[in-house]
């Protein structure tokens, strides 16, 4: 009987023994504190998810890159639950909360509140009037009252407050399903940013409402300016029909923008700003248990009665094709999209995988069998994910004498061998070994720790599913993604809109109301403001990267500098060949590495190539810069021998395909006349160059219609191969060390016997200041966009502290003189900034660039506007101290960590610098005056010549207006671009 039981016991030992417990479980421990928190075993981010008592959900990640933390707020409502007779409140709310609260924003709360509810009732009178004359009078009471309510008004005053602890990055965005506010904050400054976020949501005071319209007026000028936003807009209400996400846009139609209702605003606040509908979520340095006691000091006591969220009507079934078509000045393209039925967590992965085969950037159907081979100019897709319906959306750009419909049948040709089975289940694995590599990047930095439980917390999804994907997307067959296209991405249930070239006659601008520019009080804090500052925590001492010890060196060969630091937190790799010539040195060189996308070599086609890399979980690149050409391969490490070898490979055998190049020439000049269409590209590739230069200039050092065309093969990859003849060095980030690092490289990478110098070269003159000049180029767009640029004195190392504190007080944040002259105070414009830059390399000289973005008819006050404020700008003691304490705060904070420190150096060696220069500046910071900065201004800003470079509607420029500032002068596109 004894044995038996022995027996017994020995073999339910050996059976529990031989039963492995589950890689992912969810559980639940209590920390230090007695708050009980959920984790999921062998999760990579180590993440704790909290419940405080009133539901306030917290997501804490440690990552002690830098003593930093990402922080993100986020609350699941956005657009699609505004009322529909008020779109747009949501994104209009989100600015709201940036005006301060009864305690902060005010120096006398209980003198101004009852100015602001008078503005709230007249807004609400102000939505019942329909004469135009009568609307505009009524405005201009409100405006009144408006003026004498900013008195008490601290404008700007959260952006100081966060400042003042350090923050960077301080930002918000509202889509469809969420509406979050970020900061990134110094580790030692948690508490007092609890404390000021606390106080931020507690109340929504509407402060400067009036104001703050114009904002968001000039943000929806800038989506009627945008082909792309128009695009989608177009996409969505074809895909959703009957359903927020397709009867309404998060900005808000004109009407409802042009009708603001304060009252409906808080009613949503009231709604939906309730903690059991809220996240905190934070990665950084943190203490869990001391971060969770923090958060629940300040947030715990957030009442609430609880949050009902709506329940939209299912979108109406798509059961045919439907088209549309967007007209503007961009160039052509399509998207086109399909609805993904379902949201549980099978569809989702299967949806992502279906996506990947697709579109991964490498060996995709879309990737190899339309961009590999030439078939259209640019093509790609990608899931939308959102709470009630994702969607599959695919887009393309048509080549030379190609149309959109030749786009959209090739893309559902792609679509059809998905549904066939056109891929291998190697490929399947070679995808998810990508997703895993992304994510590793992902989890290296902060921003994406933080953001990665939004969709788990929209979704209510437990982050189990969320770590265990890879393990489940592995269960998914290559006939489960086929049946998935067959049943979902039919021939009759997509949507799709022609993006085409040319006037749209649908456009319509808000026009300016009359404002009256209210006082900025810039020298007034409230009480909350300085109780806060008294509360100062202890200082953190700066690191600052030492080039010695962070900075290990060898050769390669006795020839081939290596640079390695050592990678402590994953298994990847990244290096770099540089090479100290870029396109400048040689024109064709641009080219040439272009064509290296499409070749193979003597024994493997460029296909093999990419798949080969593909499975080895690894990539490249090669891009030349101005002055440096950068040749990169990553990816993991255990896979380094062969990657370096394949890549290699390449370099030197590559070989040449003249129906590939003819090609290539033939989309490289279509893309030319694209860009020419592009409004990002006219002002900042094409103007600024212009402005900067004049007729000769970088960006038009390209080679001709005629020399692209007699061009070869030959010739192209003799660049390629003979790129490592010259003089370069590897950058290595990774996990091995250094001398197994060279033992892998030295026999796979090609060292020539003599190596050359860099080819010499081209130089361009900096304009010369001699007077004002203005320049202009005509483009159909509501908005017009201006840039002031001057060439300044020379480099000179021993002015940087200046030009650092200069600039942050000048322009450094949402607090800065910049930006509440030209938007806080005068409402001219969403977007404006100006700075003093530092040159790319020590014997060029600084340059002031500034920028305007704003209503065409507000041009005449923005302008003058601008140019005051450049000239004369407000001397503030109070301002200058809160810019000096945010850029000592953020030195202090600020760790260079992974190949930021191998680039840190490039540029102290590009430069000339000895040591880390931000040691300098925090060294020399605490003695900077205001007068110091303000005597630098006077010296190197006030009263310079500049350039203007505007972009604008030619009917609409007001050009009396540009004539007071020079002589005015029309640039076309072809005087631009040189072709």
Not at 1 to 19: G, K, T, W
Not at 168 to 177: L, M, Q, V
Not at 644 to 654: A, G, I, Y
Not at 839 to 845: A, F, S
Request: one cysteine or more.
């Amino acid at each position: 009987m004894l044995r038996n039981s022995i027996y017994l016991a020995l073999f339910i030992f050996l059976a529990s023994c031989s039963q492995k417990s589950p890689k992912h479980e969810t559980k639940t421990k209590k920390d230090s504190n007695g708050f009980t928190y959920e984790y999921v075993t062998n999760d990579p981010l180590n993440a704790r998810i909290y419940t405080l008592k009133n539901g306030l959900k917290v997501f804490l990640t440690n990552y002690e890159d830098e003593p930093r933390i990402q922080t993100q707020i986020g609350f699941n409502t956005g657009g699609a639950n505004d009322p529909e007779n008020a779109t747009g409140l949501a994104h209009y709310l989100e600015h709201m909360l940036f005006k301060g609260t009864s305690e902060y924003g005010t120096i006398d709360y209980e003198s101004e509140k009852p100015l602001l509810d008078s503005i709230e009732v007249m807004f609400e009178h102000y939505r019942t009037l329909d004469d135009e004359e009568k609307r505009k009078a009524y405005y201009s009471k409100i405006d009144s009252v408006s003026q004498v309510a900013s008195q008490y008004t601290v404008p700007n005053e959260y952006d100081k407050l966060m400042s003042m602890v350090g923050a960077t990055g301080t930002n918000a965005y509202t889509n469809n399903d969420q509406t979050v506010y970020i900061n990134d904050i110094p580790a030692n400054e948690l508490e007092r940013w609890l404390q000021v976020e606390r106080n931020r949501f507690q109340e929504l005071v509407p402060r400067l409402f009036h104001t703050e319209l114009e904002t968001v007026y000039e943000e929806k000028n800038q989506s009627l300016d945008n082909d792309y936003s128009k695009t989608f807009d177009a996409l969505n209400k074809m895909l959703y029909p009957g359903h927020p996400y397709g009867t309404q846009t998060v900005i808000g139609t004109i009407d409802h923008l042009k009708n603001p209702s304060i009252t409906e605003i808080k009613k949503y606040f009231d709604k939906y700003y309730v903690p059991d509908n809220a996240l905190i979520s934070m990665s950084g340095d943190i203490d869990y248990d001391e971060t969770i006691k923090l958060i629940d000091k300040y947030f715990g006591d957030w009442e609430s009665d609880g949050v009902s969220l709506p329940n939209h009507p299912q979108a109406e079934p798509v059961t045919e094709v439907k088209k549309e078509e967007v007209y503007g000045p961009d160039s052509e393209f399509l998207y086109m999209g399909y609805r993904i039925p379902g949201s549980d967590q099978k569809t989702k992965l299967t949806a992502e995988l279906a996506d990947m085969v697709m579109n991964n950037s490498e060996v995709g159907l879309i990737d190899l069998n339309l961009i590999q081979n030439q078939k259209v100019l640019r093509a790609g897709s990608f899931v939308r994910d959102q709470k009630d319906h994702d969607a599959y959306i695919m887009y393309g750009n048509p080549r030379e004498g190609q149309s959109l419909d030749d786009v959209k049948n090739l893309l559902l040709a792609q679509i059809d061998s998905l549904r066939k089975g056109a891929f291998s289940d190697e490929m399947l694995e070679a995808i998810i070994t990508d997703l895993e590599v992304s994510e590793m990047r992902s989890n290296e930095r902060n921003w994406s720790r933080a953001s990665t439980y939004l969709g788990s917390f929209r979704d209510n999804e437990p982050w189990i599913n969320h770590v265990s994907r890879f393990d489940s997307m592995r269960t998914i067959t290559k006939q489960d993604i086929m049946d998935f296209a067959q049943k979902n991405y039919r021939d009759d249930n997509y949507v799709i809109v022609y993006k085409r070239n040319g006037e749209d006659t649908t456009k319509v601008q808000i026009e300016k109301p009359q404002i009256t520019e209210i006082d900025i009080n810039r020298d007034t804090n409230s009480v909350f403001f300085k109780t806060l500052k008294s509360e100062k925590p202890e200082r953190l001492k700066p690191v600052y990267v030492d080039y010695e010890k962070d900075i290990q060196n060898t050769k390669l060969g006795n020839k081939i500098p290596v640079y390695y630091t050592k990678n402590k937190d994953n298994s990847l790799f990244t290096m770099y060949y540089l090479l100290d010539m870029g396109r400048l040195s040689d024109p064709k060189l641009n080219t040439a590495v272009k064509y290296l996308e499409y070749l193979g070599t003597d024994s493997l086609s460029a296909e093999e190539i990419k798949s080969e890399m593909y499975r080895l979980g690894c990539s490249f690149r090669v891009y030349p810069g101005n002055h440096t050409a950068y040749i990169s391969l990553n990816g993991l490490e255990k896979n380094l021998a062969e990657a370096t070898e394949l890549f290699e490979h390449l370099l030197s055998n590559v070989e040449p395909d003249e129906e590939a190049l003819d090609n290539m020439i033939t989309d490289i000049i279509k893309e030319r006349e694209d860009n020419k269409k592009s409004k990002f590209y006219i002002l900042y590739m094409g103007l600024n160059d212009y402005g900067t230069y004049g007729k000769e200039s970088p960006g038009k050092y390209n080679l001709s219609k005629d020399e692209l065309e007699a061009l070869s093969g030959d010739e192209l990859t003799g660049i390629i191969k003979d790129l490592l003849n010259y003089e370069h060095r590897v950058l290595y980030y990774g996990a091995q060390d250094l001398n197994k690092v060279k033992k892998t490289l030295e026999p796979r990478h090609y060292i020539a016997e003599n190596l050359k110098a860099p080819k010499k070269e081209k130089e361009f003159e900096f304009w010369k200041n001699d007077e004002n000049e203005v320049y202009w180029t005509h483009y159909d767009m509501v908005q017009t966009e201006l840039m002031f640029l001057n060439i300044n004195r020379d480099f000179d190392e021993e002015l940087l502290p200046l030009v650092k504190m200069y600039n942050e007080y000048f322009s450094g944040s949402m607090g800065s003189i910049v930006f509440q002259e030209m938007r806080e105070g005068k409402a001219l414009a969403y977007s404006a900034y100006a700075s003093y830059s530092t040159p790319y390399l020590p014997d060029e000289p600084f340059k002031i660039r500034a920028f305007i973005g704003t209503q065409a008819d507000k041009l005449p006050d923005a302008l003058p506007a601008m140019v005051e404020t450049l000239n004369n700008p407000p001397a503030s003691e109070k301002a200058f101290e809160n810019a000096k304490e945010a850029l000592m705060s953020q030195i202090e904070s600020e760790r260079v960590t992974k190949t930021s420190i191998l680039f840190n150096y490039e540029t102290a060696r590009r430069m000339g610098y000895d040591t880390d220069i931000r040691k300098a500046v925090y060294e020399a910071a605490p003695d900077i005056t205001l007068q110091d900065v303000l005597d630098f201004q006077k010296d190197n800003v006030k009263d310079k010549n500049f350039r203007l470079m505007v972009l604008g509607d030619k009917d609409k420029i007001d050009f009396e207006a540009l004539e007071k500032y020079g002589p005015v002068k029309e640039l076309k596109l072809e005087e631009i671009f040189g072709y």
